[in-house]
């Protein structure tokens, strides 16, 4: 939701900002590279204001990628990188299924 808003106003060359308790939060710009042993650089990179909105759009990547039929290698996955090259968050785009917390054996 916020990544739609924040690409529409950089189209424009606009500066656009969150404000948390009237101050400005600054734009950071989060790079989204898809990763499936050899990495496919993201070069561009995004704007948003808070980390948490960078994770949500790689997210939002990530079920993009499942629902492409031409894609199915399970280790595939989405990594947020910060302005200085920090991994900050890595979405798989297959995850793991749920496993159950209790097993059916025997207790002696």
Known sequence: MGGRCIRKARAFGASVGLFLEGRRVPMRTFYFDIQDGVPSRDRRGL???LTSLAIEHSKELARRLRDDPRR?????SVV???EDGAEVHR????PDPPT???TFEKIG
């Not at 979405?91 to 297959?94: F, L, S, T």
């Open 100 to 102: 159950l917390g209790m």
């Open 47 to 49: 704007e948003f204001p």
């Open 91 to 94: 979405e798989p785009v297959y």
């Open 80 to 82: 947020v990188l910060n």
């Open 72 to 76: 199915k290698d399970p280790a595939l």
